[in-house]
């Protein structure tokens, strides 16, 4: 009876001890909390204030993680051995991303804990730059959980790697978080900040990742040449042609310059989507012994022309307008004389006629092809008899000059 006595005793007391500890107030809970990001390694750290409660033997450091069932469990990832160490680097967390945390405070039998932190985590900064503006604008994610609430963010710029960090904008803690800044066209290279602050109660700082931003460039054509040039006789026209690369949905602008002149912009010309860009130019002029084209085209933001080779048109000389007409013809007989066919230097296909008459005025022969020949057979196809016929032709030579001739005939048989 005696054991069992004592045992009764001992379970009593450890009951007693139990209810002791539950009994017990927490530990003191943090009251000053930040994540920031250190700009040198650009890794997550969490710091806070050391609790003063003297029971304090170190921190638990915590991470939310959603379970199968949807619901976020808050795991501990470390535990810090001492009341004075409050600072805790997050290897493996990445600054790109927003990470939550909590910490608290705890005993040194892990039986007296304080009440863990609000969630709080790190802002991400990201920003984006036109190469066509002077400007970027840098957006990121509202801070977290900041004690007495985040009172405003600032925004730095360094325009070189060694320079120094100038402040760029301020923004408050409402509305969108976006801010766009200018940046000197000089700075190749910028680099980006952001700084959420605290009100002045607490005069808290998280800073943000780091961003290394390159000034994109505008596209351009990868190029531009030369293909062919020559003159139209028919047309009086020189026609000028370039190759030209079609990844730059752009327009193009053609230069030209008679011997002994300066360029001079002469059209400006639409995008050419199969790569060839043509242009038929009626401006030049037959006294003139030679012309020199380039074309050339802007990058995607309209700035730093790029200019083609030069072509080069070699003017031909001017050619007299000429005729030939022979005056009999042998249609039954062999050779060059069986056709009456008319020989022309410089005539122009487009309005050309040829009538063909016999001594009565009836038309046996009629055409528009200045390679088409009489063989001496009516518009019915029936051989004329042998006589005199009278010929009318109309033409247009490459001088531009119109004339109209009319003549005779002779068919032999």
């Not at 910028?190 to 000034?215: H, K």
């Not at 009999?328 to 063909?356: H, K, Q, S, T």
């Not at 010929?391 to 004339?403: L, N, P, Y």
């Amino acid at each position: 009876m005696k054991a069992a006595g004592h045992i009764m005793v001992f379970v009593a007391s450890m009951v007693a001890s139990v209810a002791g500890a539950q009994a017990q107030e927490p530990l003191e809970a943090l009251s000053r909390w930040v994540a920031t990001v250190d700009d040198t390694s650009q890794l997550v750290v969490l710091r806070w204030n050391a609790c003063s409660d003297i029971d304090v033997a170190g921190y638990c450091v915590k991470t939310d993680s959603v379970g199968d069932d949807d619901v976020t469990r808050w795991i501990t990832i470390d535990t810090t051995r001492s009341r004075l160490d409050t600072e805790f680097v997050c290897n493996g967390y990445s600054s790109l991303t927003v990470n939550r945390f909590r910490v608290n405070s705890i005993d040194d039998s892990y039986t007296r804990t304080s009440y863990m932190t609000d969630p709080f985590g790190n802002v991400v900064l990201s920003a984006s730059m036109s190469p066509c503006d002077a400007s970027l604008t840098a957006t990121w994610t509202a801070y977290e959980g900041m004690p007495g609430g985040v009172n405003e963010y600032k925004l730095y710029i360094r325009h070189s790697a060694d320079g120094p960090w100038v402040l760029a904008g301020r923004h408050s803690a409402d509305g969108t978080l976006s801010l766009t800044i200018p940046v000197p066209d000089s700075a190749t290279v910028v680099s980006l900040r952001l700084d959420a602050l605290s009100g002045p109660a607490y005069g808290l700082v998280s800073s943000s990742n780091r961003l290394d931003i390159r000034r994109p460039t505008a596209d351009t054509l990868l190029f531009l040449t030369a293909d062919t040039v020559w003159y139209d006789r028919e047309q009086l026209e020189a026609v000028v042609r370039f190759r030209v690369d079609t990844s730059l949905n752009t327009s193009y602008t053609l230069y030209r310059a008679a011997e002994g002149w300066p360029m001079a912009r002469v059209a400006t010309l639409p995008f050419a989507p199969d790569g060839l860009v043509e242009y038929r130019d009626p401006q030049v002029n037959r006294s003139d012994s030679l012309y020199r084209y380039l074309l050339s085209a802007t990058d995607g933001c309209g700035l730093n022309e790029k200019f083609s080779d030069t072509l080069t048109l070699i003017m031909p000389p001017p050619v007299e307008p000429t005729w030939y007409f022979p005056n009999v013809i042998m249609p039954d007989a062999e050779g060059v004389n069986a056709r009456f066919c008319p020989v022309f230097i410089g005539l122009l296909a487009e309005g050309y006629e040829l009538w063909i008459y016999d001594r009565v005025g009836r038309l046996v022969f009629h055409t528009t092809d200045p390679d088409a020949c009489w063989d001496g057979t009516s518009l019915q196809g029936s051989k004329m008899p042998q006589g005199g016929y009278v010929f009318v032709v109309h033409g247009r030579f490459a001088d531009r000059s119109k004339h109209t001739l009319s003549g005779t005939i002779t068919i032999l048989r």
